[in-house]
Every structure is written in structure tokens, then in C-alpha cells.
């Protein structure tokens, strides 16, 4: 009796072991996804812009020369707006040395860039992103 459970016992561990051997990894699975661009730069942007109190909510996105943040500053530091954004250029020049950096912090940018954040967590390219950075670049220069 004793046998006939130990040989049960083997025989199901073995079953076990090589169903769960046969799957893809999460490594395999990672590499397997479509190639999305690296959004790594913008997010240590954010974390470094998110530390400003006078900041309320900050969205970045990136390309391979490019860093492109758009933020918005809590109502009682609304006239130290320049000042900020000074600070935030000069703080993401020395983060990130040969990157061209363009922030803005209007409000309709400030929402562009955050839906262009969600299009990349869904789906993007390099070419969609540059593109995208082209627009949000020539709308904060555009003067209203």
C-alpha cells in the first residue's frame, strides 16, 4: 500500500513539473511583445518633477532625442509659473545631458500629453511618438 502511494505520489509530481516546464516565461513573454518604445526617461522625469510641491500633476512622453513635459502647478503658485519651469529645464538638463527637453505647462498641453501617455501604454510606435512630440512642440510655441 505504502508503494502504491509513493509511486502515485512521484508520478503526479512528475506530471507537475513538466506541464509547468513547458509554458513560456515571463522573460519569453516580455520579449514576445511587440516592440514598444522605452518610456523609462520620462517616467524618472516625472518622479523627478512629481518631488516639487508647487507641482499638482506632471505627464511626460519621449523619443529617442527628445523629452517633451507638460505640468500643472497648484492655483497659489500660478504666478511663479516661469520660475518653475526654469528650475524643471535646468533639473532635467542635468538628468538627462543631450536630450532636447521641452516643457510647458498649459492646460490643454498638460491633457494632450497625458492622452498620448495612455496611447503608449496601449499601443505605439517610434514614429507615432515623434510625431506626437512634433504637435505638442508647435502648439506650446504657438502663441494664443
Not at 535646468?90 to 496611447?119: H, N, W
Amino acid at each position: 500500500m505504502k508503494l502504491k502511494v509513493m509511486s502515485a505520489l512521484l508520478l503526479f509530481s512528475l506530471i507537475l513539473l513538466t506541464a509547468c516546464g513547458n509554458g513560456a516565461t515571463k522573460a519569453d513573454l516580455r520579449n514576445s511583445a511587440p516592440d514598444k518604445p522605452d518610456q523609462t526617461i520620462s517616467i524618472k522625469a516625472k518622479g523627478k518633477l512629481s518631488g516639487y510641491k508647487e507641482i499638482k500633476t506632471v505627464h511626460a512622453i519621449n523619443s529617442s532625442d527628445t523629452l517633451f513635459v507638460a505640468f500643472d502647478v497648484h492655483h497659489h503658485h500660478s504666478f511663479t509659473v516661469e520660475q518653475i519651469k526654469n528650475q524643471a529645464r535646468k533639473d532635467l538638463t542635468k538628468m538627462f545631458p543631450g536630450r532636447k527637453i521641452e516643457i510647458s505647462s498649459d492646460t490643454k498641453l498638460v491633457t494632450e500629453t497625458a492622452k498620448a501617455e495612455q496611447e503608449l501604454r496601449k499601443s505605439g510606435s517610434n514614429i507615432d511618438i515623434k510625431q506626437k512630440i512634433e504637435w505638442l512642440t508647435k502648439l506650446s510655441r504657438k502663441k494664443t
